[in-house]
Structures are given as C-alpha cells and as structure tokens.
C-alpha cells in the first residue's frame, strides 16, 4: 500500500465476535465506512482488510473488520496501527492538521530565520506538541497560537514567532 497514512492503532479486543478498541489519530476529521480497504500494520507483517464497522465509544472508536470474528483473533492485533491509503483522507479543515501534514516541513521564525524541521507530532492532553529538530538540538513547541503563528499549507512551512535568545 504505497502511500500508507496510519489513522489509528488497535488497543484491545472488545467482546466476543471480533471488535476492537481503537485510538483514533485524526482526532475525528476522518471516519472510515464500511468497505474501506485499510492494511493492519504489525511489528513484523503487515495484514489487508477491510472496515466492517466503526463507531464512537467515549473518547475511542470501536472497529469491526473483516476477518476478525472473534475475541482470539481479535487480540492478535493487539497495539497494530490501522492505515489507509493517503488519497483515501479527505482533506482537514483550514484549522485542523493530520500529522502527517506537519512532519518534514521546515519552520521558519517570523522573522523569517530558519527554526528547524518538524520530526514529529505528539498529544499532550488538550493539545497536540510540534518536535522540532534544529542542527543536534531537538525541542517542543505546543502547537497552540502562542507558540505557532501559522502553518502555510501552500508554502508547506510552519512558522513560529521569533524569540530572543
């Protein structure tokens, strides 16, 4: 699956006839339907399915995919990431961001002197936390508008306010 966005990961069985919890990690911009092929990402293999079900249960998602009738074969899949392909999302809101949007793209200050690249993307509870790597030092920047200006999609660069020091 050339192009392979991970949209959630598999935390547990749920039941008896093969659901599973998962997280979601496009914070609900995108909700697979039923028939929607998406490969299960395992530690050494990766597995073709498809979406049966998916449903919201508090702050996860309950998911029934094909093959997987049972509480045993269930948890096999137990901590394996469930990806689409890219073209398969629709695109985020002007607000909203998948993280595989943000990772990669340079930052750049306000002023517009290089900050760095984005390396990665994390939830810290009620916000999401840019990883920026800048030559051998790695630092976090909240991604709230206080530590990020803008992200400008058509430029592909994240820009940060300038700081002293």
Do not use: N
Not at 56 to 80: C, N, Q, V
Request: hydrophobic share 45%.
């Amino acid at each position: 699956m050339g192009g392979a966005i991970t949209i959630a990961l598999i935390r547990r069985p749920h039941g008896l006839k093969g659901e599973v919890v998962v997280t979601d990690f496009t914070e609900g911009i995108f909700v697979p339907g039923p028939g929607l092929a998406v490969v299960l990402l395992g530690p050494t293999c990766q597995v073709a399915t498809a979406v049966e079900g998916w449903r919201p249960r508090g702050d996860s998602f309950l998911a029934k995919l094909a093959g997987i009738d049972d509480r045993t074969a269930a948890e096999k899949y137990r901590d394996w990431r469930v990806a689409v392909p890219a073209e398969a999302l629709p695109a985020a809101p002007s607000d909203a961001y998948y993280e595989f949007e943000l990772v990669g793209l340079p930052v750049e200050t306000t002023t517009g002197e290089t900050a760095g690249t984005v390396v990665a993307v994390y939830s810290a509870g009620p916000h999401d936390v840019l990883v920026i790597e800048a030559g051998e030092r790695t630092y976090d920047v909240p991604f709230v508008r206080a530590h990020v200006a803008e992200v400008r999609r058509g430029e592909k660069i994240v820009v940060v306010p300038h700081r002293e020091g």
